[in-house]
């Protein structure tokens, strides 16, 4: 198992501004968005009123004892607060459903966009750090809709407004608050930003743990072979103890805003209590006013304390954006071509390799340099080298899994990168030595790639992989859930069904990156007699390690150095070839061939 890595690029803290990029997911639903949040706006504002009622109460029915007032003045108050219900009712209800439906959005372009970048790309990424950008990272941008963006931005205003209908009671008072507002503001930004650098290591570190979590799942079985638990425990809890220590630091953060925010606004209250009260000693106030500013200035408490709270939960979806956007940015580098050609009808299945060369990304020398190979319509070459010779490499190459560095690849005569990847992907099957399945029944595994095929096709392909007999023998056939990653079955029935998906649309091409490595002789034999039997003139590259393998071939192909050094039937390569015959000869042929 790979060691979990994070994202290739060093993090970076995210700007509010960058939240920018959000705004093509939630143009389709502004009009709810802005409704909500001007409902939202609107009950905050409400609520301001109270204050000022309060004020009108203290200066008229109580200073005067004029109570022929008051009840209108308490309705006054009621109806406030049951306007303030309604408009936070309908807040709730028009908010929910956009802010869903762009995360939905935005998870399913995220899952395309996965699945159009090339294999080198998921090389290079642990799969946990990208788990956490279509699951964390995605609930962290729609609690920004549902709630900390949209608050952010009522109560910013609410607390100007604040502000306003204090200037506007009394100007000595709103110069007092202010004069704590505005350092109160700077501090804020400040924690903000060494807020936001912590919750992008948190982010990244939490997908390092993921990984690790993903990896020792799957890995299971072995681990528990090897013994090797308590290596993968400490891995886990060092890399648990690193996000506690930064899920720590972002308390420490918070705590000391937090420390401001409570703080400071009680000082206000205090300021204006004394400035207040000798404002109605000296009777430049009246004690209605007083009353009106402090309860303003309790009012406002929610709005000034949550403004640090709601700064970093948007600096943790601004980081979480930047995440995502990580990824959506990275340009698929294999793509349907501008003018895309068709293949010739009926499709041969000539494969020609011309001058190909390929270096990995980053590596400082080519896997191939300069194959040349002709797989003629109809014939099985098996493809046979040294590991690392780069036997693999080559097969991808054919359906453009990776695309060559120099060179080309075509299928009867059409170069594969002027063909769109649909068309030649249908063309081209491939099957692969570490055989993939997915979590779901036995016809959904087979039929992955060319879904709606009736069953008929489906037990075709079965019985040509000889897989017919033991899917029959399942609970229940077709329709038997095979677990994650197909772990209720053994190697050979997993590589079987794979064998079984690459051939159930008849595939003029077959590309076999040695699937059968974990089948019997027999069984082995069966599935390459019944392979040439039902889909007669299949054009197959077998990347092959075993005699049995390669003995099933028309011709055989082997790759050193980067170039293909001898093209033959296999007895004929023993017999000519010193380095084929130490390859791939068994000690009999070898006793064979001194012979």
């Known amino acids: 198992m790979s060691a979990p890595t994070s994202d290739p690029d060093p993090p970076r803290?995210?700007?509010?501004?960058?939240?920018?990029?959000?705004?093509?997911?939630?143009?389709?639903?502004?009009?709810?968005?802005?409704?909500?949040?001007?409902?939202?706006?609107?009950?905050?504002?409400?609520?301001?009123?109270?204050?000022?009622?309060?004020?009108?109460?203290?200066?008229?029915?109580?200073?005067?004892?004029?109570?022929?007032?008051?009840?209108?003045l308490v309705l006054g108050v009621l109806a406030l607060g049951l306007v303030e219900a309604v408009l936070i009712t309908l807040r709730r209800l028009l908010v929910a459903h956009p802010a869903n439906a762009i995360e939905a959005a935005m998870r399913d372009d995220l899952f395309a966009h996965l699945q159009r970048l090339p294999v080198a790309f998921h090389d290079r990424w642990?799969?946990?750090?990208?788990?956490?950008?279509?699951?964390?990272?995605?609930?962290?941008?729609?609690?920004?809709?549902?709630?900390?963006?949209?608050?952010?931005?009522?109560?910013?205003?609410?607390?100007?407004?604040?502000?306003?209908?204090?200037?506007?009671?009394?100007?000595?008072?709103?110069?007092?608050?202010?004069?704590?507002?505005?350092?109160?503001a700077g501090l804020t930004l400040a924690l903000e930003r060494r807020y936001s650098t912590q919750a992008r290591t948190a982010q990244d570190r939490a997908g390092d743990l993921a990984t690790v979590v993903e990896e020792s799942a799957l890995g299971i079985r072995v681990l528990k072979a090897l013994g090797r638990s308590r290596e993968l425990i400490a891995r886990f809890l060092a890399d648990a103890r690193r996000l506690r220590g930064t899920e720590l630091a972002k308390v420490r953060i918070m705590a000391a805003l937090w420390l401001l925010l409570i703080t400071l606004p009680e000082l206000a209250i205090a300021a204006v209590v004394a400035v207040g009260t000798a404002g109605v000693a000296a009777g430049s106030l009246t004690l209605g006013t007083v009353v009106a500013a402090i309860t303003v200035l309790t009012y406002l408490i929610w709005p000034v304390a949550s403004i640090g709270w709601l700064l970093a939960e948007a600096s943790n979806a601004a980081t979480a954006n930047a995440r995502y956007w990580e990824v959506r940015d990275i340009p698929p580098s294999i793509v349907d071509p501008p003018h895309p050609r068709e293949l010739p009808t009926p499709v041969r299945g000539e494969v020609a390799l011309r001058g190909v060369r390929f270096a990995y990304e980053g590596a400082e020398h080519e896997?191939?340099?300069?194959?040349?190979?002709?797989?003629?319509?109809?014939?099985?070459?098996?493809?046979?080298?040294?590991t690392g010779s780069g036997k693999t490499t080559l097969t991808a190459l054919v359906a453009r899994l990776?695309?060559?560095?120099?060179?080309?690849?075509?299928?009867?005569?059409?170069?594969?990168?002027?063909?769109?990847?649909?068309?030649?992907?249908?063309?081209?099957?491939?099957?692969?030595?570490?055989?993939?399945?997915?979590?779901?029944?036995?016809?959904?595994?087979?039929?992955?790639?060319?879904?709606?095929?009736?069953?008929?096709?489906?037990w075709e392909a079965l019985r040509v992989a000889s897989a017919d007999g033991f899917v029959a023998g399942l609970p229940w056939g077709l329709d038997t859930r095979i677990g994650e990653q197909g772990m209720s079955l053994s190697g050979g029935q997993r590589?079987?069904?794979?064998?079984?998906?690459?051939?159930?649309?008849?595939?003029?091409?077959?590309?076999?990156?040695?699937?059968?490595?974990?089948?019997?002789?027999?069984?082995?034999?069966?599935?390459?007699?019944?392979?040439?039997?039902?889909?007669?003139?299949?054009?197959?590259?077998?990347?092959?390690?075993?005699?049995?393998?390669?003995?099933?071939?028309?011709?055989?192909?082997?790759?050193?150095?980067?170039?293909?050094?001898?093209?033959?039937?296999?007895?004929?390569?023993?017999?000519?070839?010193?380095?084929?015959?130490?390859?791939?000869?068994?000690?009999?042929?070898?006793?064979?061939?001194?012979?």
Do not use: C, K
């Not at 306003?164 to 110069?175: F, I, Q, R, Y």
């Open 367 to 386: 896997v191939l340099r300069g194959v040349d190979l002709t797989i003629r319509p109809g014939e099985t070459m098996a493809l046979v080298g040294a």
């Open 13 to 72: 803290r995210a700007t509010l501004g960058s939240l920018r990029r959000l705004a093509p997911y939630a143009a389709p639903h502004r009009v709810r968005l802005i409704v909500g949040g001007l409902a939202a706006l609107l009950a905050s504002l409400v609520g301001l009123g109270a204050p000022l009622l309060i004020g009108a109460v203290v200066d008229g029915p109580i200073a005067r004892g004029e109570l022929g007032s008051l009840p209108w």
């Open 402 to 458: 990776q695309d060559v560095t120099a060179g080309s690849v075509t299928v009867d005569g059409v170069d594969v990168r002027d063909l769109r990847l649909a068309g030649l992907r249908t063309a081209v099957a491939s099957a692969f030595e570490d055989p993939v399945l997915i979590s779901a029944s036995v016809r959904e595994n087979v039929t992955l790639g060319s879904p709606g095929l009736p069953d008929d096709a489906v």
């Open 495 to 595: 590589q079987r069904l794979a064998l079984a998906r690459a051939v159930v649309g008849r595939p003029p091409v077959l590309v076999l990156d040695d699937p059968l490595s974990a089948l019997d002789v027999h069984t082995e034999a069966e599935v390459e007699a019944a392979l040439r039997r039902v889909l007669g003139g299949v054009t197959a590259l077998v990347a092959a390690h075993r005699p049995s393998t390669v003995q099933l071939a028309d011709r055989v192909a082997m790759l050193a150095g980067g170039r293909i050094v001898a093209v033959g039937t296999h007895h004929h390569l023993l017999a000519t070839e010193p380095a084929y015959r130490a390859l791939l000869s068994t000690p009999d042929e070898r006793t064979q061939v001194q012979a």
């Open 126 to 184: 642990a799969s946990g750090q990208l788990l956490s950008r279509a699951t964390t990272d995605l609930t962290t941008i729609r609690w920004l809709f549902a709630f900390s963006g949209l608050f952010l931005v009522i109560n910013v205003i609410t607390l100007v407004v604040g502000i306003g209908v204090l200037a506007w009671l009394s100007p000595l008072l709103g110069a007092v608050v202010a004069a704590v507002g505005l350092p109160l």
